[in-house]
């Protein structure tokens, strides 16, 4: 099993959608989550972390983490063909060394 | 102001060439890493420098050879690749890389073709 599972997608939505993207991990002692937007040919950006359980906030952004479900989750409100991106989740686990664990990223596409 | 940057933006080199990748940030951070990434897939780290010392080599092949000359610049110096090298280069920084909530910020990567 991985430590963090991400559907590849490819997920296809209509301009002004709600889009729910998701990834589960393994192991409960994993506490800080990331979210990366990546378009074709660049680097990621940095979206929004979170850490604990809960929900953040960012404009059309929420990032929420369900630690009973091992779950984690972003929401984009009104979506935008501009949000068409590879969406990646992430996770320094529970080491110190730096060393990030992905998902396998999520493709969104946002139909004018 | 989050930029870390990176040049070249695109490579193209034989598999004798040797060639440098370079990557700088301005934010005070003291971890920098190198990650490689090929076409739909997540990024791969290759090397972790925390404070100017290389921290984790991920069995990376000795073609490829880290260089921190300072807190600010990182190098990825490369020599005899192949063409299964062939990949997009991402530098990232982070505050000191010694804690769990320590969030990583990524340039735009350098587009590497090994013919």
């Known amino acids: 099993q991985k430590e963090v599972e991400q559907d590849p997608g490819p997920l296809s939505v209509p301009e002004g959608a709600i889009v729910s993207l998701n990834c589960t991990y393994s192991n409960s002692a994993f506490q800080y989550f990331m979210w990366y937007r990546q378009y074709s040919r660049k680097g990621p950006e940095l979206l929004m972390y979170t850490y604990s359980s809960g929900n953040k906030e960012d404009g059309r952004f929420t990032a929420q983490v369900d630690k009973s479900s091992k779950y984690i989750s972003l929401f984009i409100r009104d979506s935008q063909p501009s949000d068409s991106a590879t969406y990646l989740c992430a996770t320094p686990g529970s080491s110190n060394t730096g060393k990030l664990i992905f998902g396998q990223g999520t493709t969104l596409q946002v139909k004018p | 102001d989050t930029e870390v940057t990176q040049t070249p933006k695109h490579l193209v080199m034989g598999m004798t060439n040797k060639k440098s990748l370079k990557c700088e940030q301005h934010?005070?951070?003291?971890?920098m890493y190198w990650y490689k990434q090929k076409a739909k897939k997540p990024p791969e780290l290759m090397f972790v420098?925390?404070?100017?010392?290389?921290?984790i080599n991920e069995s990376v092949p000795s073609r490829f050879s880290p260089e921190c000359p300072n807190s600010s610049l990182l190098n990825l110096h490369l020599h005899a690749l192949q063409p299964e090298d062939s990949a997009l280069y991402l530098c990232?920084?982070?505050?000191?890389?010694?804690?769990?909530?320590?969030?990583?910020?990524f340039g735009p990567g350098t587009r590497l073709t090994v013919l």
């Open positions: 934010m005070g951070h003291r971890a």
């Open positions: 990232a920084s982070s505050q000191d890389g010694g804690h769990g909530a320590d969030t990583q910020y």
């Open positions: 420098y925390s404070y100017e010392k290389l921290s």
